[in-house]
């Protein structure tokens, strides 16, 4: 067994639950109804930056009434440990023609802000009609470049999550939950060599 593997249900390897499914099913109504607000009267098309907002944007897009367009970009972060580097990758570009539409970039977590920054000027290159953004969490305190997202499900505090597919290590994406991996499980370096989809 591979030493970052665990035999074990995924919940019983989370510390602590900082946000749960009830918490996450209301906070996804409102921004429903948030976006509905933002857009109304025209058609949203909707980024997702995939693997990380795969189950937040199915959930959200399920509370949004207006007209949306969705398709993906897939984007690859090596971390850096030494320099604390972070360039992310585009490895799946998306499909759809920008230019002219009301875009809105959806991912799980802002953290540092590199993911985000990066791909928001990619897709301006673009030329859409407008382009905002959207989290699910806002880790604020860990910011490195100037980046706000326009719409935020939860600002947390600085502490590794996974579940509601944020990852470690590409697992425990199931969760319906958000939660503090325990400690022991957790393993810095071993997730610094991962892709960071
Ligand atoms: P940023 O470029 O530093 O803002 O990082 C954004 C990406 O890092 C997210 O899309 C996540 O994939 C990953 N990430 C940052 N913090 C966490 C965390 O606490 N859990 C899981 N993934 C995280
Ligand atoms: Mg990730």
Known sequence: ???????SSPLEDVETIIVDEIAIKKRLASLG?????????REVTVIAIINGAIIFVADLIRQINIPLQLDCIRV???????????TPEIIDRIRLDLEGSDV?????????????????EILLAMKPASLKTCVLLDKHTRRSVDFEAD???????????????LDFAERYRQ??????????LQNPPEWAKQPDA
């Open 1 to 7: 067994m591979r030493p970052t593997e665990s035999t």
């Open 33 to 41: 109804q948030e976006i509905d607000a933002a857009y109304e009267g």
């Open 76 to 86: 690859s972060s090596y971390r850096d440990e030494a320099s604390h580097l972070q």
């Open 104 to 120: 809105l970039v959806i991912d799980d977590i802002l953290d540092t802000g590199h993911t985000l920054s990066h791909i928001t």
């Open 151 to 165: 719409f935020v499900g939860f600002k947390i505090p600085d502490e590794f999550v996974v579940g509601y597919g």
């Open 175 to 184: 969760l319906p939950c958000i939660g503090v991996l325990k400690a022991e």
